[in-house]
């Protein structure tokens, strides 16, 4: 016990340093005319209106993206459903790249390089219903699967504070493109 307790000591100093120089969460983007932003949720997708987690670019690509953000790593969203949006393309977009199962569109969302990637894609699958590398077809039901799994993966189970409303919404944007329309339709 003798030799045991300074490592403790040392760890528990290290703990309540890190405590103590953490960086507090980031705040919630300063609202403009139009906007509300998410400030009930600490969980950073939430808060971020990006269900996803979609890793900001170095421009403003999306509708409804607030540009410039305070968020250094992702994306932040004016609504919810415009997070939605984002996410609901996304996924298209790697589907019509060929990537048609579960396990190779995560792999390519969340890389093995950072991420739990095939717990990630199991999590997904299962909530699909189907098996990690089947193929599958882009369809408005396997869409809103796909992307609600992301949503629950991302931020647990602060994802049950997207009401249906916003991932309504979010399908209607995405489906206003014609080109996810037409993919989604035509799978």
């Known amino acids: 016990m003798k030799k ?21 969460s980031t705040p919630p983007p300063t609202p403009t005319p139009g906007t509300v932003p998410n400030t009930t949720s600490g969980v950073r997708g939430i808060r971020n209106n990006n269900p ?7 421009k403003k690509i999306w ?3 607030l540009w410039p953000s305070t968020d250094a790593s992702f994306s932040q969203f004016i609504s919810m459903a415009y997070g939605v949006r984002a996410l609901l ?3 298209v977009n790697k589907h019509k ?16 390089t950072e991420n739990y990637s095939q717990v990630y894609a199991n999590f997904v699958a299962t909530r699909m219903g189907i098996g990690v590398n089947d193929t599958f077809k ?11 799994a992301v949503a629950s993966f991302e931020n647990g189970s602060a994802a049950a504070l997207i ?4 991932w309504e919404e979010g399908l209607t944007r995405a489906l206003a493109r014609t080109d996810v329309a037409q993919y989604v339709q035509n799978q």
């Open 97 to 112: 790249q060929g990537l048609n199962t579960v396990q190779k569109i995560i792999f390519k969302y969340a890389p093995p």
């Open 63 to 65: 509708n409804g993206e």
């Open 4 to 24: 045991a307790l300074p490592w403790l000591l040392v760890a528990a100093a290290v703990i309540v340093g890190r405590m103590a120089t953490r960086k507090k």
């Open 163 to 166: 009401n249906a409303q916003s």
């Open 52 to 58: 996803g987690n979609i890793r900001k670019g170095s």
């Open 89 to 91: 393309i996304d996924l």
């Open 138 to 148: 882009m369809t408005q039901a396997n869409l809103i699967k796909f992307a609600k």
